[in-house]
């Protein structure tokens, strides 16, 4: 049953991102568009590339949706309600959302074009860059609640989120949310400007809806994981738990989703700089200070 | 109503419903490009017409106005690779072929662009799939694949079989559609997926054609033996000159070798390989080098030959890695030898100076393994032979005929096929001499790469692969790949076409290739002033307004005739308008090219807005477009992108906003009383990089809102009637590009000749060093901020 509610407020989830999405990337709202777009990639050829890899071809649509549904096997939208609830949950995000990199290299790779094969690389130049930064502010969160269980630290922020209590981690793990879930301005390995879609850029038809679906995925995935790690999951007065859930994870989405719209793509050298110089020493600086606050201060 | 492009399938029930989805969800190519398409007062968004990123997303091929045939023939690549079903909506355009006949044809306006669009969605609703659908080729991608007798290459079948002279199993191989077999048609599928000419060339053709080219160069730098050139010119590393290399081995082999009883191997192995390179559009022209095709210009594309992969597994693609990474091991096994740049048969142990010429010796990896070539003097040059490779040619039929140079075999006739020896220790233990030997080049160890222990055939080491390879500025060898980009790509001027080598995405190679340049001379029959006019400003689609005044002016000039200062100020304006229009199309450009999408719909708008706007409305839009050019400065991750890049030396050969953006103030409005009456100083910004650019053209966007308020007024560029004059005229004028010059003669009231230079052609010479070394989107965003104009760059003009 959980899974069932899951599964089908996924659906609803993704179709919303869609929505945003697609204003975010034209300029123009349109609810209907979504399932036209689904539509119209069913109807349109999916051309297979000239000798391309193909187990790594068709694998790796699929392998991106996979590694996205099994990140949001760990995401709580309620008391209970949670496809897995384990002992380990935020180290089994990181380790499904793993496989992201995985499917991107392959879908870079298999198509044999050389803008997604470069398309490919960068993104594993970009994981990089995100790698630790979504690891390490994951142990400050997981320090306080003194749990990897998702559920276990949304209740750690009964008293106080997440966002006010490391806000340093809140900001990073953001961020390199966007880079995992390649949104712009990190949206360098499908570079329209430069790579003309890149790893995206072979692909057509039914396959490239796949990708695409599978992308939302994880940026739905992502921001639950935002909304869990930072912003209380359920918490909230008066509504009831799953709308907290609902809200805050669609406000998350539209967040990344838009924030790209007003700046160019990062210089792949300047990104890759800015998180280990920076972001890094940030991240360490978070893991420190929740350890002294946790430490002194009973919150 | 059905379109021409209808994916196969019999239209009922569930398609019927996608059908109606895809009439609704098209996605846009826009030929030549955006920025012309705006420039002709198309609003894309506004029709609710996305741009798509990739002729495999698109659905629509939407093509703006009359194409020259050069860009005809990339169109109809592009159209090839976009997945059914598909559709060509033409405005104002003329004749398409080789695309097929336009879906719907329509008025080049936006009038004519949502009516077409409207037509075109019925049509999709209607007519997206059908039973009998009709196979499109693009004839730059026609394909076949024929089978050859591994031992006699005159034995070509368009069948799999076996040899009727020696009933070996015919091999397949894919040659382009010149050789005969009118029958044939290459099947769509083939077609689609052939992209040799935009988005995706297949990778192993392009290491194919990567190795080929290493094969053609001859300089080298005397200082860095690694530094080797196909063409005269200075070392990047020391400056040097570098000097030629003589491939002593191949001398050797010619004078003093009868034997060749290897030779039926040679002569096998030559007809798999010949025809390396082909002309997308001219089949029939075939080069063993890559270059530019001498008929149309077009980059020569690699040919597979499928034979050879099968035959010497470990030829091309692939395979040459094999090669490279035994001549790794070779090499390591190899005490090194020094050998002087310019006396190859100076063969030293030891570093020192050449006793012939006192130049300093190069060391040399000698990688023949064999101790058997120890006397020899003419192998000091062996050692970069990966790289330095003399290719010799012989005749298919006659393998003892040996040329250097490509030709026809003075026994049969034949044209002589390049042949890359690849015969390895096997064949040269029974030889005296060593024929052999040049072929080690890059292919060194084809044979026993295949039997190291464990390892299967095409095992494929990065470390080994590109171990041979020179270093680019990021310190990394990477394999190099050969990447069109354009005449279609998103984030170029559409109408440039750009190969870009690839070294990782560090670019080490820019080939420009144009394709809607202008012709020199600019005329060729009598002109009457009117048409003059006409027939430039169609011809500069960028910047119409400038150059319809440039005409005016030089006409004026020639006729002696002057305007009052009220029509002469009304030009200035106009002149001003059209400026800031292409700049704010400029930033759309640079918006779309480096993903900041508010600022590229955002100033798209503004463009279309301003291009048509009288005094008063360009009054009303100043706020709207002052906003943007502050909120654009205060873009976050803005400086971080642009700061640094493409930075041009103070002496660089730059016009207009590029030298004012060095701190030069060159502008040939200083000069002119009109100007200085409406108040005009020179813009002005230092360091030359492209952040200077854009800010350089954003106090240009300021400043000619001031000047256009001063000026009150905007005039047309028409002359008056000029009369029956004779004489000589010139004019020059600050286009939003740069300084534009015309001269022309006038005889009895018609133009006669005329000359013209723009600064679009000096510009786009700056392209090759600006990229060089960069990462793939900064060379990008470098030729972005050069804000060329293809249609302004002399070269063959095709309108």
Known sequence: MNIAIILASLVLGVYAIAVVESWSTYGRLRLGGPALSALALLGRE?????????????????????????????????????????????????????????????????????????????????????????????????????????????????????????????????????????????????????????????????????????????????????????????????????????????????????????????????????????????????????????????? | MMITGARGGTFSGLRRLVAMALAQELEALVVPGPEIARVHGLDLAKAGLPLAATPRHASVLLIVGDLPEGLRDAASVAYAQMPRPRAILALGAGDLAPLPAADVCAALSQDGLLGGLSELRRAFAAGAFRDDITDFEAPALEIRVEYTCPMHPEVISDKPGNCPKCGMVLMPRETDASGGDAGHTANESEATMTQHNTPAQPLKAQEHSKHASAEAAQYTCPMHPEVVSAEPGSCPKCGMFLVPVEDKDVDDKHSGHGGHGDHGDHGEHASAEAAQYTCPMHPEVVSAEPGSCPKCGMFLVPVEDKDVDDKHSGHTGHGGHGGHGDHGKHASAEAVQYTCPMHPEVVSAEPGSCPKCGMFLVPVEDKDVDDKHSGHGGHGDHGKHASVEAVQYTCPMHPEVVSAEPGSCPKCGMFLVPVEDKDVDDKHSGHSGHEGHEGHSGHGGHASAETVDGIEPHFMSMVDVTKDLPRSSDGLQMDWLEVPYGPFFPGLPGGLGLQLTLDGDTVSGTNIRNLVGYSTPLISTPLKPDDFIARLVKMMPHAPVSYGFLAVSALENAAGTAVNTNTAQGRAAALERERIASHLSWLADFGAQTGFRWLASRAATLQLEVQVADIAQIAALNSAITALVSRLQRAPLMRMRLKGIARLDDGADAAGPLARALGRNEDVRNDNEIFSALGFTPASQTGGDALARLQLRCDEIDQSLKLIAAAGVITAPVVEDIGKVTGKGEAALETPRGAAHLRLALKKGEVISAQLDTPSTRHVALIEDLTAQQELGDALAAIGSLDLAPWEIAGENRV
């Open chain 1, 46 to 299: 999916s051309v297979l590339a000239r000798k391309p890899d193909r187990l790594f071809f068709e694998t790796a649509p699929v392998l991106l949706l996979v590694a996205g549904l099994l990140a949001v096997a760990v995401i709580p939208l309620a008391p209970g309600l949670i496809i897995t609830d384990m002992a380990t949950g935020a180290l089994f995000l990181n380790a499904a959302l793993a496989y992201v990199l995985v499917a991107l290299i392959m879908a870079g790779w298999g198509a044999n074009g050389a803008y997604g094969m470069i398309g490919g690389w960068r993104f594993l130049g970009q994981f990089i860059a995100y790698a630790m930064l979504i690891v390490m502010p994951i142990t400050a969160v997981a320090m306080r609640a003194e749990s990897l269980m998702t559920t276990q630290i949304v209740t750690s922020q009964l008293e106080l989120w997440n966002i006010f209590y490391q806000p340093i981690g809140f900001v990073l793990f953001v961020i390199a949310a966007m880079g995992l879930a390649y949104l712009p301005p990190l949206d360098l390995p499908l570079a329209p400007g430069d790579l003309a879609g890149g790893i995206e850029a072979e692909y057509t038809g039914i396959r490239l809806g796949v990708l695409r679906l599978g992308r939302m995925v994880v940026i739905l995935s992502l921001a639950g994981a935002t909304v869990t790690f930072y912003l209380g999951g359920w918490l909230g007065p008066w509504l009831p738990p799953w709308a907290w859930s609902a809200i805050k994870i669609l406000v998350v989405t539209v967040a990344m989703l838009v924030a790209g719209r007003y700046m160019p793509r990062i210089r792949e050298a300047r990104y890759l700089a800015l998180s280990w110089k920076l972001g890094i020493s940030l991240a360490l600086a978070n893991i420190f200070l929740v350890g002294v606050i946790a430490l002194v201060v009973p919150i």
